[in-house]
């Protein structure tokens, strides 16, 4: 049943008709008289208790229900809002005078060039460079420059910065002497909005006891917030096999730490189909370099133009989700896009081709390098 409601002026000239037609006389209900001070009293009241009915119905139903409201009412089924994440991507240290080894420890704080932005290094035992006894990554003799991972020290959206942007070692690490970030860092969101949380509960809730693709996706999707990931049925990963299933799990980054693959298998082992084995990973990295030319119309700065394209280019790939190919079409369109001085694409080579580039259902494309001109 809907709620009519009704304004205050309605509510009064309700009242005034009731008590008219109980009259046995012409009543004075003029502005001013006290039976009119005495049915816009009850007509302010009537308005409160309209209020309360509407805060009471707006906060028995999800759909209805904001911020804290919404919070609790999902808590009755087990489900939590999805709190932020930081952004998470890699950085080049590197070094005038490599003579001698140095050690970058984990930890080691970076900043964006204005200060406003913080990222830790993160520990990485499949980085060649890593040194479990040091906690840190070593630079060999000889060896100018090396990628480490990093994370936003404070998690959110504001922690997605450009590239380039990153260019402060804030307490000094001996033997290193600069830092970039050659690609934008990705990841970093707010916590998750009524909106999403909506629609995640309906997920949950169409899932429930049952073991299927759409239940296990719903699972990784309520570990963070911002995966990515594809699930392949019947197979081992490289072959075909019964019973067995594996999901491709990635937070952007293309590198998933490993403390979150293992979140999500935990919570993929709640609604697995009973017998079954399944295998949680990151994805086959699949790095591509993009080169072309532009020119750009007369008047234009040609070199703002460049770094608009380099940048879109970037940020189109590095957003592509697990399983997604690049098609080398877009590129050209994505440059045109960038900026409206370009007037013309021509040379354009994705991995040095004119092809597409298909990481398949476990991998990700990654952008390497890019190259306009």
Not at 222 to 239: C, H, I, R, Y
Not at 251 to 267: I, K, M, Q, W
Request: proline share 5%; hydrophobic share 55%.
């Amino acid at each position: 049943m809907r709620l009519q409601l009704r304004t205050f002026d309605r509510i009064v000239a309700s009242g005034a008709a009731a008590v008219q037609g109980a009259a046995n006389s012409v009543l004075d209900l003029s502005a001013g008289s006290v039976l009119r001070a005495v049915l816009e009293a009850n007509a302010g009241l009537g308005l409160w208790l309209q209020w309360l009915i509407l805060q009471v119905l707006q906060t028995t139903r999800a759909a209805t229900s904001n911020g804290a409201d919404l919070d609790s009412w999902v808590a009755d089924f087990g489900l939590i809002r999805l709190p932020a994440t930081a952004a998470a991507g890699v950085v080049t240290l590197a070094r005038f005078a490599p003579v001698t080894a140095a050690l970058v420890p984990a930890g080691t704080l970076l900043r964006t060039s204005d200060g406003s932005q913080s990222f830790a290094v993160q520990a990485d035992a499949g980085n060649a460079a890593w040194n479990g006894a040091q906690n840190g990554f070593v630079l060999g003799a000889g060896v100018a420059s090396i990628s480490v991972p990093v994370l936003a020290a404070l998690a959110g959206n504001a922690g997605n910065v450009q590239a380039g942007a990153i260019g402060l070692i804030a307490a000094a690490v001996p033997g290193v002497d600069t830092v970039t970030n050659a690609l934008a860092l990705a990841g970093g969101l707010d916590a998750e909005s009524d909106v999403a949380l909506r629609a995640r509960f309906a997920g949950f809730i169409a899932a429930l006891s049952r073991a299927t693709p759409a239940a296990v996706g719903n699972a990784v999707a309520s570990v963070q917030q911002g995966l990515q990931f594809t699930v392949q049925e019947n197979s081992n990963g490289t072959a075909y096999q019964p019973g067995c299933f594996v999901v491709t799990v990635d937070n952007g980054s293309g590198a998933p730490p490993v403390a979150l693959l293992d979140a999500v298998s935990a919570t993929i082992e709640a609604v697995r189909p009973v017998g079954s084995l399944w295998t949680v990973r990151p994805p086959a990295v699949l790095p591509v370099n993009i080169a072309m030319s532009i020119a750009t119309a007369p008047g234009g700065s040609h070199a703002a133009a460049v770094a608009l394209v380099a940048a879109a280019l970037g940020g189109f790939v590095n957003a592509l989700p697990v399983g997604a190919a690049l098609p080398w079409s877009r590129l050209a369109q994505i440059a045109y896009d960038a900026s409206a001085v370009v007037v013309n694409v021509t040379g354009v080579l994705l991995n040095g081709a004119a092809l597409d580039v298909a990481p398949g259902a476990g991998g990700v494309v990654k952008c390497a390098s890019v190259t306009v001109i």
